[in-house]
């Protein structure tokens, strides 16, 4: 296992999985990263058909709520992120994306500096692939307006943490909610 493969398979050891398929993916990641090194995307989309990804999720635990972008190639209310560059360290690709998309430092102060969720989802078009994505939070204010990359994004906007009372977005974005939520609740505990 080369170097930077192992570093994702220390990150993806200290995710506490929230649900039986969360414990899933990351046993099946595991696996994965023990099987090759060949984990970042050489050639879009599918080159090798499974790679990782960094989400940057915008969050006010204030507010208890998530800042979701309209992605224009997906078609989905989706957090920030995108695909970890070869041998990149996935909180490097996390911080560039914070600047490229939504032109900010990435203030990682709401759940830590590792990724809280991971996921391992198919994606369909335009070439079957699968994502394997590590899912960092970064803190904002809903009262703060964000200026999402316009290439990538048409408009965004903010969304409480009700799993009941999201768009279309990632298949797993309920889930993530109810973790999100239950990191918080866990941290204002005595």
């Not at 998530?66 to 989905?76: P, Q, S, Y």
């Not at 995108?82 to 996390?94: N, Q």
């Not at 369909?124 to 803190?139: K, N």
Request: no cysteine; hydrophobic share 40%.
């Amino acid at each position: 296992m080369q170097s930077a493969t192992a570093v994702v398979a220390d990150l993806v050891r200290q995710i506490d999985p929230v649900d039986e398929l969360e414990r899933q993916h990351i046993t099946d990641t595991l696996a994965w990263l023990a099987d090759t090194d060949d984990i970042f995307r050489r050639v879009a989309p599918a080159i090798p058909p499974r790679h990782l990804v960094s989400y940057v999720v915008l969050v006010d635990p204030d507010e208890y709520s998530v800042f979701l972008g309209r992605h224009r190639k997906a078609g989905l209310w989706l957090p920030m992120g995108g695909h970890v560059e070869p041998a990149e360290h996935p909180l490097v690709t996390a911080r560039r994306e914070a600047a490229e998309e939504l032109g900010i430092t990435a203030e990682f102060t709401a759940t830590g500096d590792r990724p809280m969720f991971l996921t391992s989802t198919t994606v369909a078009r335009p070439l079957p692939h699968e994502d394997t994505s590590l899912w960092y939070t970064i803190r904002g204010s809903r009262h703060h307006a964000y200026q999402l990359d316009p290439a990538e994004f048409d408009g965004g906007a903010w969304w409480d943490l009700d799993p009941h009372a999201i768009p279309d977005s990632d298949p797993h974005i309920a889930r993530f909610f109810g973790k999100l939520r239950t990191a918080w609740s866990d941290q204002l505990q005595p």
